[in-house]
């Protein structure tokens, strides 16, 4: 890179791989996009100076780092305060005793296309939401149920854009702007896969489900317009998820049925009634258990696939961040990831012995 070359622009997650496969003392100098979620002053613990703690967000990550008091754009930074403004902040960026931090840096404000673009995510992300929304629209098109075809597809258009910009959840799994699309993409996947494997399944009615499953959270986890914050909001703890995308496929059935394919619909089998019903219960039963939210438990081959799979994308979720995130407190072994535990190393796919796998002093068993 030239001495006139631009920064090169990272997000936090990227920019945190990076600082870490650098040997000790060394930093790479580089340009932050983030947005402010917090500007605080605080004061030294002996009380002689005072510092701005910056809490930063983007798509995927979180960063915090401190001001002091004799930065050049410290009155600059105050006026921030109470605000939550897009910022690249440009320095030299090293993995210090406290995570990521920055040396010899100043910010500035983004443009509005640099907004609307980190909105979107980093490339990679953006690739990755946007292949799995198309192909979340292929497994509706493909659909053969029409009524469950005809539901799947009116969500889509008219809820699209709120689902793009919900998260799976809060914390633990896909805990990101558009991570239930992610979630639900390789959850359709895997369903796909497990019901060729079980033909006796009703391979639209399990797929449909897995759209649904977690379609209130566009209204208990749905992140803001033009920002990274994910609001609480009051139908989200008043009601929760569950009965929320109860009630969303009801109002979107009724709709439905009673529009001009309600003659045809009424002469199918099985019937209306009965396909509604057995979709609610995938809705209602997806969490497993009474005690995990659930209001009743599966009580069909689909409700307990679905469960099952739900599970199982939110457990490798897990362990992907958690190895990308959680520090390894010994050789293959990493720190606590919640709520798994400690987690360790994976075996790998087969290839070339590596000397740095060796397990020195490894009593037999």
């Known amino acids: ?25 060394a930093s790479v100098h580089a340009s932050l996009w983030a947005q402010v979620a917090a500007l605080a002053e605080r004061e030294s613990r002996d009380g002689r100076k005072v510092f701005l703690r910056w809490e930063l967000r983007d798509a995927t990550s979180e960063l915090s780092f401190t001001m002091w008091d004799d930065h050049a754009q410290w009155g600059e930074a105050k006026s921030l305060i109470g ?14 005793n406290y995570g990521l931090e920055p ?7 983004m443009s509005p296309e640099e907004e609307a673009e980190i909105l979107e995510g980093d490339p990679e992300l953006r690739a990755r939401q946007a292949a799995d929304y198309a192909q979340i629209e292929a497994f509706v098109a493909a659909f053969t149920e029409p009524r469950l075809k005809a539901l799947s597809e009116l969500f889509l258009e008219r809820f699209g854009s709120k689902f793009r910009r919900t998260g ?8 990101r702007r558009g991570g239930l ?21 009703h391979a639209d009615l399990v797929l449909a489900g897995v759209l649904f499953h977690d379609c209130g959270k566009l209204w208990e986890n749905r992140y803001s317009r033009s920002g990274f914050e994910m609001p609480y909001r009051e139908a989200g703890e008043l009601i929760g998820h569950i009965p929320m995308g109860m009630e969303l496929v009801n109002a979107l059935w009724r709709e439905l049925t009673a ?8 002469k199918l089998e099985p019937s209306n009634e009965k396909v509604r019903l057995h979709l609610l219960h995938l809705i209602a039963s997806h969490h497993g258990e009474l005690a995990f939210g659930s209001p009743v438990q599966p009580k069909t081959p689909e409700a307990q696939l679905l469960h099952y799979v739900d599970n199982i994308d939110a457990k ?28 360790v190393k994976p075996l790998g796919r087969p290839g070339l012995k ?8 490894e009593p037999n068993v």
């Open 83 to 96: 605000q939550t403004p897009f910022v690249k902040i440009t320095g030299d960026w090293s993995t210090g």
């Open 259 to 266: 529009g001009e394919q309600a003659e045809a619909w009424a």
């Open 1 to 25: 890179m030239s001495e006139n070359s631009p920064p090169e622009a990272h997000g936090i997650s990227s920019l945190q791989k990076r600082s870490q496969e650098l040997p000790p003392q």
């Open 354 to 361: 590596d000397a740095s796998d060796e397990i020195e002093d």
């Open 168 to 175: 799976a959840a809060r914390t633990y799994h896909h805990a």
């Open 181 to 201: 699309v992610e979630h639900v993409a390789q959850m359709m996947r895997t369903a796909a896969a497990v019901a060729v494997v079980y033909p006796e399944l």
């Open 316 to 343: 490798m979720e897990m362990f992907r961040g958690g190895y990308e995130r959680v520090a390894e407190i010994a050789p293959g072994v990493h720190d606590i990831v919640r709520p798994i535990g400690r987690i």
């Open 103 to 109: 040396r010899n840096w100043l910010f500035a404000p």
